[in-house]
Structure formats: C-alpha cells, structure tokens
C-alpha cells in the first residue's frame, strides 16, 4: 500500500486565503492552526468562497475560540472584471488559545 506522505501546514503570516473549494470542516481545522500559530488572524475570501469563510468565523466564535474583531467586504478589480472580497479579523480568547493547543501538538 501507498502511504500518502502528508505535510504539515505552517503559515507563514496571520493572512489564511480560503478558497471556494475547501470543505468547511477542513477550513475550520485550518483556521485553528493559523490560530495556533498567531494571536489575530485575517481569513480572506473570494466570490463563492465568501459564505465559507463567514460559516468558519461563525463557528470559531460559537465555540469560543476565538472573536470576531471586524468584518470588511471590498471589490477585488481581477484581469477579467471583479469580484467581492472579504476579510474576518479574528483574536484567540485565551481559553480558545489553551484549547487549541492542547487538540493540535506541532
């Protein structure tokens, strides 16, 4: 059997693009990570995408691992056109912060 070699995410800003296709479950345990890593975190998302970086902001603030700090929405001028974008400024809480550390070791 093939054993799939898998590679650990590590951001290297507090910036987490999410894409359209992601599922939510994936973004949600993504954005814990980059919440792992950094204090603030910005999700960005495109068009489509948008709804599913709301439904993880969403989620993180239900289950109190995080606040949301603000919510921006711009037009992104593209090559062809353009589209809606929008920023969730995140902040850990500090029992979101022990928790997250205990769920993911890295």
Known sequence: MDQVKKNPIDPKDKVFQLRGSAKPRTSFFV??????KFDEVEIHALGDAISGAVRCAETLQRQG???IQKIETLTQPLERGQKVKIIVSLRVTPDGKRRINEEIKQ
Do not use: D, Q
Request: net charge positive; proline share 0%; hydrophobic share 55%.
């Open 31 to 36: 954005s814990k990570i980059f919440l792992k």
């Open 65 to 67: 691992l995080a606040t």
